[in-house]
């Protein structure tokens, strides 16, 4: 055995092979798998082979599409058979709720060049005959779904690995991962020591365990899955004669089932509600090739609706049940990349469709071992999106409840309840007594919007406009007409410090440092002149400053910015996390309920827009920004949890006087659009230059170097190929939620980031990226935006449609 080498996988399913084969695609040779057992003897080998190109995320199903497409590649690199089945698949809607979900899969697959198409029930059946027609409204066809051999795929990338010099042994279990001095690994094995410079944790079932190694808690469960296989159905050879094809795949909403051909049978599987989790806190190393005991009476209310829906399954026998544990994170997607903290340790894993996804995921983190990136935006599947408020308890509820929903439609207004409430703030009983209905944000309960008095402060789900709009409403009117207040502490805060804070921050961002008492607002690049960061800085003495972003991208921040620290210790970083908890109160009269209970002058000329003050408020020492996300008068002021109970009292009773009044996560993101303003995730992410995204006012090329400014520089000079604009959309009763696609001229030239109401100037608003040579074309309804099968007519406004000259916020 090797005793030295680049990488170590651990781990013998798909993923760990598909990591293997796409390394030494990419260059690197001296890379090594090793498997506790046989290839295939976690997951892989049981899993019922189906592979497809949709997901709810188009970046994830961009790999998804990738995945499939390799397989012929495999296959003549390998002389490996992988069983292809080609078949298509439809899925079918049983309510108009469901066909609305279609409608929107397959607008998003319009601009990702995905041949998706709506039919009717009728030609479903002619397809699958099995199907009764009574209990279907309309189903979506997708030509790039199918089956395949599960042994012989995985052991097809192992063999394209071996073809291109990668090593394989099996049999040999990874008891310790020790991390030297120097900063390599030593993986210890049951057959000895292997000393690499990077090791990847692809072990499946094990992941857990194997991030146990290194004091690592993974967010993972593994949940039992069955489905059964029948004999011989007559009606199976009678289509198959009738028609020379394979029946095609079906998923059906209602039943919560799917099914395809098998043989001369068929398969049929569920997410039952009545789901099972397997061996919630340790995994047994001695599980290989078996299966677990089955149990049909768990998955017996699923089988009933299959029955009714398919009526010929029901005469079918039973061949085989498979019953069988499958890993999954809390939110169903894989985690995927490097670990903040752990130089080198990368991770494959909760990967639970891995023949649709696996060659994605190999593909994206051999980019990013060998170049730096991942060449793909996969926020979607990065590890770094949980931080270690994801216990094992909480992962265990969300885990089960992704599983009992893995067919059933995440409505745009939909937050789910299960490991909830899990970090609260100081104000968060007092939040629910004011009728305060509660979103998820990183974990932290935060208000959404704000029930009337009377009003069941609950939302109703809905593709359209719903129980929330008037509120949100009152609440938008609120702060454009007098002020209102909101919970802000779902931001991320950190501090920065040291004799080279200002030298490290400029190094990291495109704008220039502030001086003490401003702010600056800039993105942050990675190498290739992309966004990875949308940050407020504050700078409060010489050597300190304060910076603030979006919660949700901390732990993804966090790795880039300690990866980047200086070795000389001139810097110090610090997340603050809930440490700080914050209040944001804006609108006209703002100014006037924040003089009311601080004794420092906030006067326009004392205090002015973009100034940073440490000061009293309500008698409580605070940290307060001029600034505010609603584009209005505003500020955020920011303060430890325990005062922020009596700095929330002393600002509602100073504002008492001028009707001042909550408003939630949904009214500040309704209000932003009035302002043309992006947000991470959605207009801000790593497929977009600076330029494209229109923060190019923001990168100040003229100062020192930064990273990315080479890449800046030529998107500059060469111009955007495309640009983020914003339009006015004729909606009717449904906003836009993002995905969507733009038309032009009877094209798709665009894709829709964000949106929805902008309640204060009364329009619909969409923001989105089209070509560079279309932006100027501002005619009234040039373009078109598909939202739920209608394509609505859409204007750029190209300047904000509230306060154009930005004069309300330096007021």
């Not at 220039?512 to 990875?532: A, C, S, Y």
């Not at 326009?604 to 003050?613: I, K």
């Amino acid at each position: 055995m090797k005793t030295h080498t680049q990488v170590v996988v651990i781990g013998g399913g798909v993923v760990g092979c598909s990591v293997l084969y796409h390394l030494t695609k990419g260059g690197w040779k001296d890379v090594v798998l090793v498997e506790r057992d046989e290839l295939t003897s976690g997951s892989s080998w049981h899993a019922a082979g189906g592979f497809h190109t949709l997901n709810g995320d188009p970046n994830v199903a961009q790999l998804q599409s990738y995945t499939v497409d390799l397989y012929k590649e495999l296959e003549e690199i390998s002389g490996q058979s992988c069983s292809l089945h080609l078949t298509g698949g439809v899925m079918l809607a049983d309510t108009p709720e469901r066909m609305d979900f279609l409608r929107l899969a397959q607008a998003k697959g319009r601009y990702l060049g995905m041949d998706l198409e709506l039919i009717s029930v009728a030609e479903a059946k002619t397809m699958f005959p099995m199907l009764d027609e009574k209990h279907f409204i309309g189903a979506l066809w997708d030509p790039i779904e199918g089956h395949l051999d599960p042994s012989g795929t995985t052991h097809a990338y192992a063999k394209a690995a071996r073809v291109n010099g990668a090593t394989v042994y099996r049999h040999t279990k990874v008891e310790e991962l020790v991390q030297t001095p120097e900063g390599t690994w030593d993986v210890i094995t049951n057959k000895g020591t292997i000393r690499a410079e990077h090791v990847v944790n692809a072990g499946g079932l094990w992941a857990r365990e194997c991030g146990r190694m290194v004091g690592l808690e993974l967010p993972v469960l593994a949940m039992e899955h069955m489905y059964l296989l029948t004999d011989e159905m007559p009606e199976v050879v009678a289509h198959n004669e009738a028609t020379g094809k394979e029946l095609i795949g079906v998923l059906d909403f209602g039943g919560e089932i799917y099914t395809r051909q098998e043989g001369k049978g068929m398969l049929l599987g569920t997410y039952e509600q009545n789901c099972r989790p397997w061996s919630p806190h340790e995994t047994p190393w001695d599980f290989g090739h078996e299966l677990l005991a089955p149990d049909l009476d768990r998955i017996a209310p699923e089988l009933e609706v299959g029955f009714e829906h398919f009526p010929a399954l029901q005469n079918a026998g039973i061949k085989q049940i498979i019953n069988g544990p499958f890993t999954f994170a809390p939110d169903g997607n894989p985690l995927v990349g490097p670990v903040r903290g752990l130089q080198n340790y990368w991770v494959a894993c909760g990967v639970m469709a891995g023949f649709s996804q696996g060659g994605g995921v190999g593909l994206t983190l051999a980019n990013w071992m060998i170049d730096g990136d991942p060449g793909y935006d996969i926020w979607g599947m990065d590890v770094a999106r949980y931080g270690d408020w994801a216990t094992l308890a909480y992962t265990n509820a969300k885990v089960q409840e992704n599983y009992r929903r893995r067919f059933r439609i995440r409505f745009p207004n939909e937050e789910l309840p299960a490991g909830r409430p899990h970090q609260t703030t100081p104000l968060y009983d007092r939040m629910l007594a004011q009728g305060a209905v509660m979103g998820d944000s990183w974990g932290l309960e935060t208000p959404l919007w704000f029930a009337p008095e009377g009003a069941e402060a609950k939302d109703v789900i809905s593709f359209h406009r719903s129980n929330d709009f008037d509120p949100i409403s009152a609440e938008c009117r609120a702060v454009r007409e007098s002020v209102g207040i909101t919970e802000i502490a779902n931001f991320a805060k950190y501090e920065i410090t040291g004799p080279g804070a200002e030298d490290y921050l400029s190094n990291l961002m495109t704008n220039t440092m502030p001086k003490i008492g401003r702010i600056v607002l800039t993105p942050m690049l990675n190498e290739n002149g992309k966004i990875i960061g949308d940050f407020t800085i504050a700078r409060a003495s010489e050597e300190t400053f304060f910076m603030f972003g979006s919660s949700q991208a901390e732990i993804y921040h966090m790795r880039w910015f300690e990866k980047h620290l200086p070795q000389d210790g001139s810097v110090a970083l610090h997340a603050i996390n809930l440490g700080w908890v914050g209040l944001s109160i804006a609108g006209p009269n703002a100014r006037k309920v924040l003089e009311k209970v601080t004794g420092s002058d906030v006067s326009g000329d004392a205090f002015r827009f973009m100034d940073f003050r440490e000061m009293d408020v309500a008698n409580a020492p605070c940290k307060v920004n001029r600034i505010s996300y609603t584009g209005d008068l505003g500020y955020e002021i920011w303060m430890t949890p325990e005062y922020e109970r009596q700095v929330y009292e002393a600002l509602m009773e100073a504002g008492a006087e001028f009707g001042i009044q909550n408003f939630g996560m949904r009214a500040l993101l309704a209000l932003r659009l009035e302002k043309n303003f992006g947000t991470w995730f959605r207009e801000f992410r790593p497929i977009y230059g600076p330029y494209e995204a229109d923060l190019g006012r923001f990168v100040k090329l003229g100062k020192n170097r930064f990273i990315g400014r080479e890449a800046a520089q030529k998107e500059f000079d060469e111009g955007p190929k495309r640009m983020r604009v914003s339009f006015m959309v004729d909606a009717g009763d449904a906003d836009v939620m993002g995905d969507e696609p733009i038309w032009h001229d009877n094209k798709v030239i665009g894709w829709i980031t964000s949106g929805g109401y902008a309640h204060y100037v009364e329009t619909s608003l969409a923001q989105g990226y089209i070509p560079t040579e279309l932006a100027r074309d501002v005619g009234e309804g040039a373009f078109e935006i598909e939202i739920l099968g209608e394509r609505r007519k859409a204007t750029i406004n190209p300047e904000p449609l509230f306060d154009p000259k930005a004069e309300r916020m330096r007021m």
